[in-house]
């Protein structure tokens, strides 16, 4: 579709607010970095990556849109469900099943005349770093941690001291129900995502125990269907946790078990929510965080106002929200730390009990809050310990695996490289000390 | 976790409803009940200005979902709203906004009815439509409004009881307030789980007693399986008992005899298993400092009890009759309905499942106690629903109540002497944050918005906003006070009058995001709203709320 000609007069009309408000300084500018006669030209240029078509990403397109970016693209190798209507605004009951980077980017570019939108219906982890080098800031809206560890560690890993252009900003924003958070990486300037890492600790499992043999909630008896019945059952070859007759399976299987234990509560609803680990999502507060998230990329690309993330003492990069009860806002200074593994000088002291054995000891990443590994490969100080890949490494090490860390001569201080196929291209540095 | 009572029907076999899996990640949240209000709201949006605030809070109550919406605009789209308004397009230009605006947010949710006005040019058409239309649940209306209409609205609003949201946006700051007709209490809180534990281990009834010394009455003999899945209700109750009687027969009530308590429970887990510990026992000793600990009534409920009505008995909504129910079964027993609900803890399946059913029972008791209650105070003629009692014992002491008519001696919501309270209040409030390099006051962000608003014109520059402020708070205050004032009130006036009155999108789709959040909780009459007005600073990225 070709966009009729634009005047200059009319553009200068279109955008009078946004142009009072960027191209002129207000009493908080730093007059070292601000000139408003460059500002539309600038902007005019950036090009700016957008992750995630969902409910962030479709207020996040928009938003940008209306931000005078002029150049966006945007990741997503989702396909759009029924469920997200009630707040990926740019989608209709007839897109269900059409790709939503697609969709959303085609829908931005017809309602704002002048924008440009290229969507990539894929994985983040298809690209590499001659993609991610072209664009000079990078908004996230993802509901996975996994997704966010991986950009953050790319950005970093690409950022050098000596080429500013290699630093990207990287804004991201995440929400749960009434509350959310948007923040700000500048890389290796400061606090990084895998720096903020605890701050989202994954939610303690339950026991195998609890699942096998004392089952006391509904949700018990769900896991149990899902990880115990399916597995000896195998009632279709893989689960599909978006195919309703296998949610059905499972809730059924559940329902059975709850009723020999005399345990009440288990519907249709929770056992999706529980296999499905869903987080609840609303329009309002994915507006409140993508907006907080897309101003900071308007005061980074014009310098109109200081923003989150800025480096200095006490300068905040972090914006918790909260709406349950009333509305309550933390603004702070998540400060970097030295033994990140991504962005850190140091290695990570990791508390083990020597009697452990190198299987236990590769298990307790995935839970461990700041590592939060699901498949770790080990080395120690140039050893092997232990490989997922490829097969005939993972053959040759899977002895280790019994070995006590004793018997495998680690010992206080020992450092471990650790690798996760989910991170490639990024060493997570542990320091042994026993406990 | 959510318990919920109820018969095990036989499962339903196709899955949910169309309908209901649209709106499955909200529904997670205000459950049937509030998706319920939601779509019976009525609401009534006034437009004015850059025009686009009020547009993004419409679009997030659309999407899941209000029965219906009319939004009231007297301007023609033109070129600067097709910059900043995202529910318009080039097509518009030149037409009525309200009917452009209507059109493309309706596309958002075919089961949402909308309206717009005014569709013929007449005087007073604001009036027309809310004498036309059914009755409004809400209405919003967004600066700069003209006197004549905000007039006409105040007027509905006092007639009809229905709630007013204030919403200005410019530049990088923004505020809004909500205007409540009355006492607004809400019983739906939504606490954190975490909070909602109340398992009475200092007055246990006779049926918990006698559970717990079933279970421990031969704790040491006990063999390790058994040992390791008592319930840690009945591990806590049996040392308590203990610790009774090594000291005159009470409770542990210091932080330090609580700690020496702590560690009697802890010291009595067997460590001489394969597991070299036991599970049931530490959670025992992680629940010690929270549920050893002595009723007090919470200050949310305690103004509820102590409330002074205005109004007679016949015209006070069933809450009061419940609360009044509720106070005298505190007066009787001096505690509160068991709530019931027993957090998850290591145990045997049908250890658990029998505790459960004890403290479930005890809940339907105090249910039905309160319930009778209720009804003798309602009298004949007046329906008490049970489930609203039930609703209400479960949540007693997460009760709470918005904009409390009368509180105190300050002086009343939104007058002069109002705004200086508040401004004093701040401003001494900013005197300790500076020296502890917390963050400031954003007071003058209120201030100088009120006070552009005041000024009514795209082009005041600083002083005159600062001047409109000045007369907005009289002349009461001292030049000392003003003087501390006038640095900050100027630094955001500055930055407020290159807006020219106009707005950010994104400050307008955040603060948009924030009301349809307070609607929503209004509306359905769950989690809490703001008491009552938010003040966005786009700057530093932070609110804060002030009841002015
Ligand atoms: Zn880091």
Redesign the interface.
Known sequence: MSS?EVLPD?EA??????N??RT?????VDPEEFDGSTVVENMNKIKILVIGAGGLGC?IL??LA??GFKDISVIDMDTID??N???Q?LF??ADVGKFKAEVAAKFVE????GVKITPYNCKIQDFDEDFYQQFQIVVCGLDSIEARRWINATLVNMASCENPDSMKPLIDGGTE??KGQ?RVILPTMGSCIECQLDMHAPRAAVPLC?LAS????P?HCIEWAHVIAWDKEKPFPQLDKDD?EH??WL??KA?ER??E?????V???LT??VVKN???????????????C???A?KIASSC??F?GTPGE?E?NY?M?S???????Y?FKHEQKEDCPVCGMTARVLKVNPKWTLEELIESFATLPEAQLKKPSVRAEGKTLYMQLPPNLEEQTRPNLEKTLEQLGLTEGTELAVTDPAFVGVVFNFSLKFA | MTEIVMDQTPPILQGPSDKERKYDRQLRLWAASGQAALESANILLVNSGAGTVGVETLKNLILPGIGRFVIHDNALVDEADLGVNFFLDDSCYGKPRAQCLASLLGELNPEVDGDWSPKTKQNDSLGSLLKQSPLFTAIMYTYPINHVELETLEQYSKEHKTPLIAIHSTGFYSYFTIRLPGTFPIVDTHPDETATTDLRLLSPWPELVEFANTMTKDIDSLDNFEHGHLPYVAILLHYLDKWKATHNGTYPSTYKEKTEFRQLVRDAARTDNPEGGEENFDEAAAAVLKTVAPFSLPSGLKEVFEYEHKDPIQERSTFWIIADAVKAFYTKHGSLPLPGNVPDMKAQSKVYVQLQNIYKAKARKDAAEVLQTARAIAGTGREVDPAEVDLFCKNAAFVKLINVEGGGDTAPLGSKERLQQVLRQEMANDQVAEMTLQPMSLFPIYLALRGLAHCGNASSDKTQIVEAVTSLLSDNLSSEEYGDLNEKLGNVAEDLARAEYGELHNISALTGGMVAQEMIKIITKQYIPIDNTCVFDGIRSRTQVFHV
């Open positions: 009729p009319s009309k279109r955008w009078k607010y946004l009072n408000v002129r300084p207000g009493a908080f207020e928009k938003n209306l931000s029924i469920s209507l009630n707040r605004f209709r009951h017809r309602r704002v005349k129900g009434f948007a609890t004392i089952p006391r909630q949700e309703p949610i059905t809730y059924q329902l709850a009723k234990f005399n345990i009440s509560g519907t249709y609803s999706q929510g869903i987080i609840p999502a609303i329009a309002a507060t994915n507006s409140v965080i993508a907006a907080a897309c101003n900071e308007l106002a200081p989150l006490g905040p914006m929200y709406g349950n009860d009333s509305i309550y806002t603004t």
